[in-house]
């Protein structure tokens, strides 16, 4: 129910007469929106300090390279951000080798995250 509520919040963009007819109050629900934002880039930084050695660039083509090693690697297809474009920066948990290397575990990262830590 609380999800519902935080969703309906954002979907109505924290409008005050929604929050009042509602009975949602409004301080509350701005204040859990900026904990949800803290804790989002919290995780972001937490999992790259962990699995840096993990980071690929975009390059071309929509591969990406290695930071550590310069190794040309590729989204899985099973991935669902497989058909993404255009993400500069990647992390992964997992690689797997056929024919190419494809990370198969992965995630977009923002540059900023990066530069921070």
Do not use: D
């Not at 999800?3 to 963009?13: D, W």
């Not at 972001?44 to 300090?49: D, H, N, R, S, T």
């Not at 992390?91 to 575990?105: A, K, P």
């Amino acid at each position: 129910m609380l999800l519902n509520i935080y969703k309906q919040f954002k979907k109505f963009k924290g409008n005050v007469p929604w929050c009042k007819e509602n009975y949602i109050n409004f301080r509350n629900m701005k204040k859990a929106m900026a904990i949800r934002k803290q804790l989002s880039e919290l995780s972001a930084k937490i999992e790259v300090l962990g699995l840096f050695m993990n980071v690929a660039l975009l390059h071309e083509n929509n591969t990406y390279k290695l930071v550590e090693s310069n190794q040309e690697i590729k989204v899985h297809p099973s991935s669902c951000l497989f058909k993404k474009r255009n993400l500069t920066c990647v992390i992964y948990t997992e690689l797997v080798q056929t024919s190419n290397v494809f990370m198969v575990y992965v995630n977009s990262l923002s540059l900023i995250i990066l530069v921070i830590n």
